[in-house]
């Protein structure tokens, strides 16, 4: 190889640029490696929030967001879009992230251009086509045009040896979540937004709402709601704090069931910055998303997962997270056994992380050297 090498990172989203981040600063400080940013803004403020934080600055924004958009017209928007900048940039390598639709479509548009793919946050199945949707079938589809995997756990390995990807084209890293964590909370952060200044995390147990998820639109999601409804009657001492995502019919249903209730606190989304660190002091944790599974347990706080299936067993296996579904009374049940069991609060609080130490992103940089031929000696993987 001659000369810099160009490395494309291309992502959409907030989950994504939070966890590319870490990725994208190892680069930039690495005088082998050209590193270019482009954001499809398939979520536009919310992304922008993180760029900022991380002082990252795109060369590319392809701004693709419109209101109520489709998959499909995410998908099309995307591959057209990226085709004059693959052709203009001429990159090496682009790395994706994870399984949004923006990365599905960066690894087709690469492909169409025989650009070779790196996919961050390889090999995690739920092994159900449906859940998480669209998420799954990115997850494999990418796989597919992926020419370096980086996969986070050693189950993630197994999941794309499984599938038959060469065992030369895997490296365990750990997850660049984690990388992220670490870099913003801290002891003395000072909250951006006054309601999460005002709570009292000395006195009163914070349980953290988050749930958004296609498959949990309806009647999954008023259910969860109610059930929040049940635990603040029962407790005294529980305040939540529910970041209520922007999409309508999110919005909807959350505020009929949760709005005006005493202890209740209903935000807009939160900053990467203080959503960090409210995790960092909350008491318990009860989600749909995939990235708090591994977060959280960083920081020694359980997760329920709102979901009937995960595509992070390895959080399941070791104790850190227990899925729970949608139905009223087994959201409730798992919650109040935390809430009134200090054992069965303790075995979840103090139970292993198997996502990493933070060093994810250095993993993937010696992966990145190795497969170009910069160093010989084999990528650095995470111990499990």
Not at 4 to 10: F, G
Not at 15 to 38: G, N, Q, S, T, Y
Not at 184 to 212: G, K, M, T
């Amino acid at each position: 190889m001659v000369g810099r090498i160009k490395i494309l990172s291309v992502f959409g989203t907030r989950p994504e640029a939070i966890k590319m981040a870490p990725v994208v600063k190892a680069l930039m400080a690495e005088p082998e490696f050209d590193a270019r940013v482009v954001v499809t803004a398939q979520h536009r403020e919310m992304l922008d929030q993180v760029l900022e934080l991380f002082a990252i600055r795109a060369d590319h924004d392809r701004d693709v967001m419109q209101e109520a958009q489709s998959l499909t017209q995410i998908t099309t928007r995307v591959l057209e879009r990226l085709e004059d900048v693959l052709a203009s940039e001429e990159p090496d390598m682009v790395l994706v992230h994870g399984d949004t639709t923006t990365t599905f479509a960066a690894a087709l548009a690469a492909f169409y251009r025989q650009v070779a793919v790196g996919h961050v946050e390889a090999g995690l199945r739920t092994h159900e086509k449906y859940f998480p949707f669209p998420e799954e079938l990115n997850r494999r589809l990418t796989a597919s045009l992926a020419d370096l995997h980086f996969a986070p756990t050693a189950a993630a390995r197994a999941n794309l040896l499984a599938e038959g990807i060469n065992s030369g084209q895997i490296q365990v890293t750990g997850n660049t979540a984690i990388d992220a964590l670490f870099h913003v909370v801290r002891p003395d952060y000072q909250f951006s937004d006054n309601r999460l200044s005002a709570l009292d995390f000395e006195r009163s147990r914070i349980l953290v709402v988050e749930a958004h998820r296609r498959e949990n639109l309806g009647r999954p999601l008023e259910q969860i709601c109610r059930a929040v409804v049940t635990l603040v009657e029962r407790h005294s001492d529980v305040e939540v704090v529910f970041p209520v995502h922007l999409n309508p019919r999110v919005q909807e249903p959350v505020s009929r069931i949760l709005g005006g209730r005493p202890r209740v606190h209903l935000l807009q989304p939160l900053g990467y910055g203080d959503f960090a660190n409210l995790l960092a002091r909350s008491y318990l944790v009860l989600s749909d998303s995939g990235g708090i599974q591994e977060e959280a347990p960083s920081l020694g706080r359980p997760v329920l997962v709102l979901r009937s299936v995960t595509e992070r067993p390895e959080a399941v296996a070791a104790g850190t997270v227990q899925v729970v579904g949608t139905e009223q009374e087994a959201v409730e049940t798992a919650a109040e056994r935390l809430l009134t069991d200090p054992s069965a609060y303790e075995r979840m609080a103090r139970a292993t992380n198997p996502f990493g130490d933070g060093r994810a992103a250095r993993r993937i940089l010696t992966g990145l050297r190795h497969w170009f031929e910069l160093q010989t000696e084999p990528p650095e993987e995470l111990n499990q």
